[in-house]
């Protein structure tokens, strides 16, 4: 009748470990805090651990089996010591209420799984997914816990444990396989979505953030700042004769001068500010309180450090200059269109003007001269 039991056991629990694999999936994805991850899954292994408790295989009077070690392991295993310290907490409680013969040796299984799982997390998982023949590993681990049923208060426990063995280890081994393929899996599904979101606001070539993410970061920034006495300045930075580079020395010349730009732009500025590749040869820079006199000063930082750096096309050293139009918010609009426009515009009369310089929108002349003292201070900072 045990052996029976155990088989129902077995089946009832895959059924539970199915959903607190879902719930755990949920969790991975909904939420983007590692920390609030691990809290989150703490109770759903808690309760799991409890539900695989109420309907227990009853091997004799006071000595229960269920599956309850598999889940308290796998919250070792692939949350970490959290989920682990609550299940088995909520685990041992319920074992300890349950009384019986058994009562000590069951408490004893559930800290030993807690422990196997912690310890087959760091030595095989570290935030990777595990082979199978890691979940059956671990399977087998765990069901070892059954060497403790020697102890229990029986006539004959040594012969009891043997014959256990046939039917507790494969429902052990099968039920870690299961439950922790399931995680995997939605693990494996959380990290292709983010993968997913990712490549969508990124630029491929550069590794910036692209059009769409900026479209969302300004957004964002000047909804945050507005009303604000220092808001958001806003660069467009934009490649001269790019079109020449391209058209003499091919377009792999092209794309190398526009990973070194972008990895100047990152560079030139803060933590927080943000730099997108907004399309083509132009770039956009995003500086977070920050005012015009200090947006002016990153873009003649950005232009002198691009017009230094070196560029080899085959056999030709190449000089890259580039042309700024800054605006910022609120002076010159507290909308994204607005202010891009007005940066824009600024752009154009750098470009009209003669190229390699940066412009701020709105001064006379829509230009801003950068005195020699100034020029030769961002050559020795660079």
């Known amino acids: 009748m045990a052996r029976f039991d155990l088989i129902l056991v077995l089946l009832n629990g895959l059924g539970l470990m199915a959903l607190i694999a879902l719930a755990f999936g949920t969790i991975e994805r909904l939420m983007s805090d590692p920390t609030l991850k691990r809290w989150l899954h703490a109770p759903v292994f808690a309760l799991g651990t409890v539900a695989s408790m109420l309907s227990p295989a009853h091997l004799a009077d006071g000595i229960i089996i269920d599956t309850r070690c598999v889940i308290v392991a796998l919250a070792g295993a692939f949350v970490g010591w959290p989920a682990a310290l609550a299940a088995g907490l909520a685990g041992a409680a319920y074992r300890i209420w349950l009384s019986g013969a058994g009562a000590p040796v069951g408490v004893v299984t559930i800290v030993l799984a807690a422990a196997i799982g912690l310890l087959w997390g760091r030595l095989y998982r570290r935030g990777r997914v595990a082979r199978r023949r890691n979940l059956i590993a671990l399977g087998l681990i765990v069901s070892a816990h059954i060497a403790l049923f020697v102890f229990l208060p029986l006539p004959d426990p040594l012969g ?187 752009l154009y009369e750098a470009k009209s003007a003669g190229r390699d310089q940066v412009v701020v929108y709105g001064r006379p002349q829509l230009r801003e001269v950068v005195s020699v003292d100034e020029r030769e201070a961002l050559a020795l900072a660079n």
């Open 160 to 346: 009891f444990t043997l014959n256990l063995i046939p039917f507790v280890v494969p429902t052990y081994v099968a039920g870690v396989f299961v439950m922790g393929s399931m995680m995997q899996r939605e693990t494996r599904m959380m990290r292709r979505e983010q993968s997913l979101e990712v490549d969508a606001f990124t630029d491929a070539l550069t590794g910036l953030a692209n059009r769409r993410a900026y479209d969302a970061l300004i957004a964002e920034e000047l909804a945050q700042r507005r009303g604000a006495e220092i808001g958001v300045t806003l660069l467009v930075v934009d490649f001269d004769h790019f079109k020449q580079v391209n058209d003499t020395y091919g377009h792999e010349a092209g794309d190398e001068a526009l990973k070194v730009v972008s990895r100047i732009l990152r560079s030139c500025v803060r933590e927080g500010d943000y730099v997108c590749r907004h399309g083509g040869e132009e770039f956009t820079v995003i500086l977070p309180q920050t005012g015009l006199p200090q947006g002016r000063r990153t873009a003649e930082r950005i232009r002198h450090a691009i017009e230094a750096a070196p560029l080899i096309a085959g056999d030709q050293n190449l000089s890259l200059t580039v042309s700024i139009g800054v605006a910022g918010a609120p002076q010159h609009g507290d909308d994204p269109n607005t202010l891009y426009r007005c940066a824009d515009a600024a």
